[in-house]
């Protein structure tokens, strides 16, 4: 009964930022984690940023590091992508997940199917 609405994608210059937000609702995310996917067109979806409970552990893809952040609100059952320095191969349909399973504080998920919840998707699109 957890639902999750993606907001925050459009089109962008490389070089620019976006926000991503993630609103759950119908149920409390405090005490799991929270992840962000991608799938480009023609790829597989693939973990960009995942986060823990209290926002203590994160882990980024490599090609993201230094570039995006992951964040959570528990008060607010939200998670949010900031994303800087955009460039071309970020494009993608953005997704946030949540796990509705328990891990040890510094322990994330990696793989989609360690993920309960799915929003719809919000388009990124950078420009060259």
């Known amino acids: 009964q957890v639902q999750l609405v993606e907001s925050g994608g459009g089109l962008v210059q490389a070089g620019g930022s976006l926000r991503l937000s993630c609103a759950a609702s119908?149920?409390?995310?405090?005490?799991?984690?929270m992840a962000w996917f991608r799938q480009a067109p023609g790829k597989e979806r693939e973990l960009v940023a995942a986060?823990?409970?209290?926002?203590?552990?994160?882990y980024y893809i490599d090609s993201v590091k230094g570039r995006f952040t992951v964040s959570r609100d528990n008060a607010l059952n939200s998670e949010y992508l900031q994303m800087s320095s955009l460039k071309p191969e970020d494009t993608a349909i953005y997704y946030c997940?949540?796990?509705?399973?328990?891990?040890?504080?510094?322990?994330?998920?990696?793989?989609?199917?360690?993920?309960?919840?799915w929003g719809q998707g919000t388009q990124v699109t950078v420009s060259s």
């Open positions: 119908g149920r409390s995310l405090v005490g799991f984690p």
């Open positions: 997940a949540a796990s509705y399973r328990y891990y040890s504080g510094s322990s994330l998920p990696k793989d989609d199917n360690e993920y309960d919840y």
């Open positions: 986060i823990n409970w209290n926002g203590g552990h994160t």
